[in-house]
Structure formats: C-alpha cells, structure tokens
C-alpha cells in the first residue's frame, strides 16, 4: 500500500500555505533583506496587501514577481 499523498492542483493538501505572509518571511524567501523589500514596496516594484497597519503578501505575488525577472530579455 502506497503510503505518499499525491495530489492534483484540484485538491489541497492537509497543510495548506498560508494565502498572506509577513515581511520578514517574504524576506526570508526572496533572500533579501527586510529593508530591501520596504524598499521594493517604496519603488512600487512589489505592492503589498494592507490590512490596517498590516503589510502582507501574497506568496502568489512574490512568485510572479521573481518569474518576471527570471525571464531572458
């Protein structure tokens, strides 16, 4: 008996990521710098989702942000 999930991109698995993130962990991921990102914020390079004094995003945004400078021009 096959004991790994396998999943299809219809159905979700058990431990979901997060649909919001925080600075620091977009930092984390982009390997940058908190001040980095604030400044990528400031230049309207990323724009991030604000829920009252919150900033968050979207991990969604974060990738389609690198896939844009991944891309050979």
Known sequence: MNTTASFTSHETPTRQRP????VTQAAEMLALSRSSI????????????????????????????????????
């Open 19 to 22: 649909l919001l993130i925080t």
């Open 38 to 73: 604030y400044q990528l914020i400031w230049t309207d390079q990323l724009v991030p989702i604000r829920i009252g004094r919150s900033v968050r995003f979207s991990i969604d945004h974060l990738e389609r942000f690198v896939a844009d400078r991944s891309e050979v021009r």
